[in-house]
């Protein structure tokens, strides 16, 4: 059954059942400085993705919930194109800029996300596939084989200067700037709907972390992988990378979605949830 949740700071979050072989933590927080949580999350199979409200507090949570509730339209499905997570999250930046506002910053949103896809190779064989898009400055990261790889590239100034080398990643985390998007769902910014799309193979063993900037700035890639690598189940390990951001500074919402995959799926999403989400 589905589950709204309405924790952590009165956080926004979708979870739902699972399949075989896959199985998925989340958590979320507040922080230590803010107070509301514009960030949420849905996690249902197939689609795990992190929503980061930008605009101020309500229309941060409003343009949150908007994304959230456009992105629904994909729990429980059977995704066999990329195209469709590229409606879902064009439906989503539709709904957001759709919010009345008169405010002086537009409701927007940061989005990353991981949905398990089946999708035909080259030799005509149907295989789970990872499909993880990102827009804005929330990560997917994939620990796989005990390496941590960071799939997506931020959508930010820093991620630019640090290509330029003119920062480094650990400075790029401190910098000012750091949380001045140049592509993100609504927010006035123009154009910017169209996700980065990367394509991976589901393996056994894979560990994959959906994160919003809330974390990553206040953790690094060795305390990600140290965490994520330990060995706790997936629900833990959300807690405990929210509760290491909190322990770095906790100056913005963090939010954590892990997924694992015990096992490459054999059953496509839609068959194996049947009225789970209906």
């Known amino acids: 059954m589905t589950e709204h949740v309405r924790a952590d700071g009165d956080a926004l979050g979708i979870r739902g059942a699972g399949v075989p072989g896959i199985v998925v933590g989340a958590a979320t927080d507040v922080g230590r400085l803010r107070a509301v949580n514009e960030d949420g999350y849905l996690a249902i199979v197939p689609a795990f ?3 980061d409200g930008m605009g101020g507090h309500a ?7 908007a994304a959230l509730d456009a992105l629904y339209s994909l729990a429980g499905t059977t995704v066999t194109d990329v195209e469709a997570v590229v ?3 064009m439906a989503a930046q539709e709904a957001i800029v759709a919010i009345p506002s008169h405010a002086a910053y537009l409701p927007g949103a940061t989005i990353a996300g991981v949905v ?4 035909e190779d080259e030799q005509g064989t149907t295989r789970p596939t990872w499909i993880i898009f990102n827009i804005g400055d929330a990560r997917v990261y994939l620990l796989r084989d005990g390496m941590l790889s960071q799939v997506t590239r931020d959508h930010s100034r820093v991620q630019i200067l640090i290509e330029a080398g003119e920062l480094t990643p650990e400075q790029a985390r401190r910098d000012p700037r750091r949380n001045i998007v140049t592509r993100a769902l609504g927010g006035g910014i123009a154009d910017s709907a169209i996700p980065d799309l990367y394509s991976v193979p589901v393996a056994s063993g894979d560990r994959l972390l959906v994160c919003s900037d809330g974390l990553s700035d206040e953790l690094d890639d060795e305390g990600i992988a140290t965490v994520l690598a330990a060995g706790y189940a997936a629900q833990r ?12 500074g906790g100056h913005d919402n963090t939010t954590a979605v892990v997924v694992d995959s015990t096992e490459v799926p054999v059953t496509a999403p839609v068959d194996a949830l049947a009225e789970g989400v209906r």
């Open 87 to 89: 409606r879902a999250v």
């Open 49 to 51: 993705v992190v929503v």
């Open 116 to 119: 398990l896809a089946w999708l």
């Open 237 to 248: 390990t959300a807690e405990l990378l929210v509760g290491a951001s909190l322990e770095g």
């Open 59 to 65: 229309a941060g949570r409003m343009a949150t919930q």
